[in-house]
């Protein structure tokens, strides 16, 4: 079956440690996204690209870092420079952008910092 | 700036009636909105989607409606059951931009 693997599910960070979230999708979708989920708190986007190698800041970049290399690939870096990186993670994509596609959601990675 | 409100953040309704939730929107023209339900510790899944020039949508039990000159639309579960119960995110967009979500109201369908 097609669709998004975020891994790992739960993930631990200590003070100061970069960490990488991944999402892989096996749908041929070209746009992928990053938004945190706080508790009580809508999604809010971290990054976004809409094709290989080509990528935009969304409205919380800060602290984070993404790279697309390959189509199917999406990895989120959350750096020692993001304060309060405790929150869920989720990473979306759509076949592409320009059309009112629903988005297809992966299961989540929860961060948390210890 | 931008802002997406959904009316409520927890909703309570019985089994059998109807849910009716609210999402407005201020300084915003969106192209579409989008609703999606999430469950706990799970990512959301897109429900129904309605377009600028499109009043209402139904798809099985669920009915959207979209009024662009009060910046609200309204999203309907009849004959709701226990197994609705979740949160409900509505979501905005135009164009190329990503999607802008709301906090979501969290429906609980009591028995």
């Known amino acids: 079956d097609g669709g998004i693997t975020q891994s790992p599910k739960y993930l631990f960070r200590k003070e100061g440690q970069n960490v990488t979230l991944s999402c892989e999708q096996n749908l041929n979708h070209d746009a992928m996204y990053w938004y945190r989920q706080d508790p009580g708190q809508g999604l809010r986007l971290i990054y976004y690209?809409?094709?290989?190698?080509?990528?935009q800041k969304g409205d919380i970049a800060e602290g984070y870092s993404v790279s697309r290399e390959k189509k199917e690939s999406f990895p989120l870096t959350v750096t020692s420079a993001q304060k309060n990186p405790t929150a869920f993670y989720l990473c979306?994509?759509?076949?592409?952008?320009?059309?009112?596609?629903?988005?297809?959601f992966g299961s989540g990675t929860r961060l948390t910092v210890v | 700036s931008q802002k997406i409100e959904q009316n409520s953040e927890a909703l309570n309704i019985q089994e059998g009636k109807t849910a009716t939730l609210t999402c407005n929107y201020t300084?915003?023209?969106?192209?579409?909105l989008q609703w999606y339900r999430q469950d706990p510790g799970r990512g959301p899944v897109f429900l129904l989607l309605?377009?600028?020039?499109?009043k209402e949508k139904r798809k099985e039990r669920l009915k959207v409606t979209f009024d662009t000159t009060l910046k609200q639309s309204l999203f309907h579960i009849t004959a709701s059951q226990p197994a609705d119960s979740a949160t409900y995110l509505c979501?905005?967009?135009?164009?190329?931009?990503?999607?802008?979500f709301g906090k979501g109201t969290r429906l609980s369908v009591i028995a």
């Open positions: 979501a905005l967009a135009s164009g190329n931009t990503p999607l802008v």
């Open positions: 979306a994509s759509i076949p592409q952008t320009g059309r009112d596609y629903g988005y297809t």
């Open positions: 690209s809409q094709i290989v190698n080509d990528f």
């Open positions: 300084n915003y023209s969106p192209a579409y």
């Open positions: 309605i377009r600028e020039n499109e």
